[in-house]
């Protein structure tokens, strides 16, 4: 049965519910006596709160319990609020433990996975107390963290540049010419500016036994820069590689089938990205984010990075 609890302000009794209909009082410690044990200041505003479980994980000769705790609150309250929720739950369960840690979770989130605020305890007192925003990612209140909070003011910035500087529609195209042998000679073409640095790789496709995902072994990799508006280069197309490192991963029984079936098609990938070592005239036109790039081909779903990616599939069977 959970608890329900209530942190109290004005008056150092703690109100704790255990489904009767006359709830027990129960002294807290003077706050001369905590002090004496607590770095931390006197608890700020009431907040209610429930123990969803005390658990006992001690381990030989180290006695150590977990509480997790769901505050009852309508938006994310202060630190110091919930660092004294942390507190209260620790002087009434755990002030002889020898490690006690208090989980604390708001409304809506799963209190058997990442809590919000984490305090630890030790019968000295508190040894450390922090909030976790990324475990409100998926929450309905995430947008009141500061760290979304950030994100958003990033995006702001990176919107104004945009109006200002403006963005260009870029293009790629790419062809190949006909196979010597498993050597294709590819020519990409663009108006992205000269040394641009671009991750061009040739893949093919391919399914295994016991899986409906899709995987691609890798024909071929580099980052070549835009010279003359373009990239060109000859592929040594050789599936025997890729192949032979997943029969070793198969026997090697680390979770990989067989292969069951490849495609007869290659995929030639470009990929434009402001991360990594792009030169600085190129910075100077495209952004540091990327942030003047447009085009049929651009993505700015990634938070303030524009990348821009073609690909081009052609048929190009398996040499036995």
Known sequence: ?????????????????????????????????????????APSPSLVFTIKSIEDISYPGTIRMVARVVVDVNSIPAVEQLRSVSTA??????????????????????????????GEFSPEGVRSFKI????????????????????????????????????????ISIAAEPPVGNNMAVRITTDFPDQTVMNVSIGRQHWLQGSTDTYSGELYQSYSAVKDGEITFVASLDDSKWINEHKELVSADVGFGPITRIS??????????????????????????????????????????????????LVFPVVN
């Open 1 to 41: 049965m959970a608890w329900k609890h209530a942190l109290l302000l004005a008056t150092p009794i703690l109100i704790i519910g255990c489904g009767s209909d006359a709830p027990e009082a129960i002294g807290v410690p003077e706050p001369a006596v905590q002090a004496d044990r607590l770095s931390d200041p």
């Open 132 to 171: 976790n925003e990324a475990s409100l990612f998926d929450h309905p209140w995430y947008g009141e963290t500061e760290t979304a909070k950030r994100q958003a003011e990033t995006r702001a910035a990176f919107e104004q540049v945009v109006a200002v500087a403006g963005k260009h529609d870029y293009s």
């Open 89 to 118: 739950v620790w002087v009434e369960n755990g002030k002889r433990i020898d490690e006690f840690t208090v989980f604390i979770y708001l409304p809506e989130m799963n209190h058997n996975s990442v809590a919000y605020a984490i």
């Open 264 to 313: 007869d098609e290659i995929e030639i990938s470009v990929l434009y990205t402001p991360m990594g070592n792009q030169p600085e005239s190129v910075v100077s036109v495209l952004g540091k984010r990327g942030e003047h790039v447009s085009g049929d081909g651009a993505d700015d779903s990634l938070r303030g990075l524009v990348t821009y990616r073609l690909e081009k599939a």
